[in-house]
């Protein structure tokens, strides 16, 4: 059956710009979570959906990033003002149920590369 | 401070050569660990979970097991598809009754034929 999917797989932008990032989980899955991959480093968590409620947003880095996840499905990352620290790659990942202990399934990733 | 260190950074082996991977953690409940294989330019894979000290799970030249401290995961004959970067991943506790979940940096392992 088909993962999760990202869109776009590449974006570059200038510094000031904004961006989204889209997230597509697998049908069914109930909990949704976003990580930051810089070079050199592990996955930073950056926010998580649990079915209904609200989203645990303690990872976020700042206020220029935020999230949302419409009907319980597609989730879009949205960064205000770049800047190049932003530069990594983003990972979307799901799982079935809304508990924590379970495996994740990750998409592919955004690499964002902000001049 | 919770903190996952995985070790070594990079690890190159010899087709059939053994070796373990290390993720040492340190977290006030551990609720899981994880390992996951992750491929260039693609997304992590999941491999294993653990929940308690002493558990052990394997597949196929892939074993890990579990203490209190530290998770290795024993690659036994390696071949060279078994080249990737492998994380750790860490679900604990946190102090507001919610779930930290802490990733390693990866041990990236090159198997030579």
């Known amino acids: 059956g088909a993962g999760v999917s990202q869109s776009p797989s590449n974006k570059v932008t200038e510094k000031g710009k904004d961006v989204e990032l889209r997230c597509d989980p697998i049908?069914?899955?109930?909990?949704l979570y976003w990580y930051r991959q810089s070079l050199g480093q592990g996955l930073e968590f950056l926010i998580y959906?649990?079915?209904?409620?609200?989203?645990?947003k303690s990872g976020l880095p700042s206020d220029r990033f935020s999230a949302e996840r419409t009907g319980g499905s597609v989730s879009t990352l949205t960064i205000q003002r770049t800047q190049q620290e932003d530069s990594a790659v983003y990972l979307c990942?799901?799982?079935?149920?809304?508990?924590?202990?379970?495996?994740?399934?990750f998409g592919p990733g955004t690499r964002l590369t902000v001049t | 401070e919770d903190q996952v260190t995985q070790s070594p950074e990079a690890l190159r082996l010899q087709e059939g050569e053994s070796s373990s991977l290390n993720c040492s953690y340190t977290?006030?409940?551990?609720?899981?660990l994880f390992w996951y294989r992750q491929d260039p330019g693609k997304g992590p894979e999941f491999l294993f979970t653990?929940?308690?000290a002493g558990e052990e799970k394997e597949k196929e030249r892939l074993k890990a097991t579990l203490t209190k401290k530290e998770s290795f995961l024993h690659i036994t004959a390696p071949k060279p598809e078994d080249s990737a970067t492998y994380l750790c991943?860490?679900?604990?506790?946190?102090?507001?009754?919610?779930?930290?979940?802490?990733f390693g940096k990866g041990t990236t392992l090159s198997v030579s034929s």
């Open positions: 990942a799901s799982n079935p149920e809304s508990r924590l202990t379970y495996e994740q399934y």
């Open positions: 049908s069914g899955h109930t909990a």
């Open positions: 959906f649990q079915g209904n409620s609200a989203p645990d």
């Open positions: 977290v006030s409940g551990l609720r899981g």
């Open positions: 653990l929940y308690s």
């Open positions: 991943d860490v679900q604990a506790h946190t102090n507001q009754a919610g779930t930290a979940l802490i």
